[in-house]
């Protein structure tokens, strides 16, 4: 399925895809592989679904890759995962800048093992310029953190005279976020049977369309990835209008 499958409709396809990636855990458990087999099966999935995107032409996807409440995990799991972040840094880097991956990442990064933020940086500056899909990755990332960050960074300005108080707009505010410049994902992908949003993109999510499947992410391949789709493309999206056909 490298082409656009047929029954997709190119111009009502997503322009920005956001994942939560749950379930590599239980894939490990279920066949009796421990969970960090889960995670590296996981990665394979999401480079495959970075290429699918750029296939089938959806410019921006956004993942949930370590949230702030992640850290709470099994000291050895976190190593692991920020071990693996680096490593495939490192690994892929190359590959995705040839291919035209623009590389971003949202969330406080400094608590972050100094050498991984510096494969963070040079990712981003080596790929900043690339266009043919935008992918940003959060990582240490809390939507009520990043909102509180961007009253706190409002009130700055305020309390040194560069704005007033009534001034202030829902444009200002989206300004302040991580998603600075970005638009709002049109579709959330949820796997493993889970229905919430747990503390994630809670502001750009305001008008996006949801979808939750029993797919453990491991198992979240283009074929998965085309039924969601179509389950986009039968939604009536109506941004508190009307709906496109009314009944008589």
Known sequence: MKTLPLDLDRD??????????????????????????????????????????????????????????????????????????????????????????????????????????????????????????????AVNYGSRHELVRSCQSLAQQVQQGQLAPEDINEALLQQQLYTAGDRDPDLLIRTSGEQRLSNYLLWQLAYTELYFTDCLWPDFDRTAFHQALLSFQQRDRRFGKLPTVMSA
């Open 12 to 137: 009502r396809l997503p322009q920005h895809v956001a994942f939560i990636m749950d379930g590599n855990g239980r894939w490990a458990k279920q066949r009796g592989l421990p969970r960090m087999a889960g995670h590296r099966q996981g990665t394979r999935i999401l480079k495959d679904l970075v290429r699918c995107c750029q296939d089938w032409g959806i410019p921006a996807l956004t993942v949930y890759a370590f949230s702030t409440e992640n850290w709470q995990r099994p000291l050895k799991e976190v190593s692991f995962l920020m071990k693996l972040f680096e490593r495939v840094l490192h690994k892929e880097l190359a590959e995705m800048h040839q291919e035209g991956v623009c590389l971003n990442f949202l969330g406080d990064l400094s608590p972050l093992p100094e050498t991984l933020q510096g494969a963070i940086h040079q990712a981003c500056e080596t790929t900043q310029h690339n266009q043919a899909v935008k992918f940003n990755v």
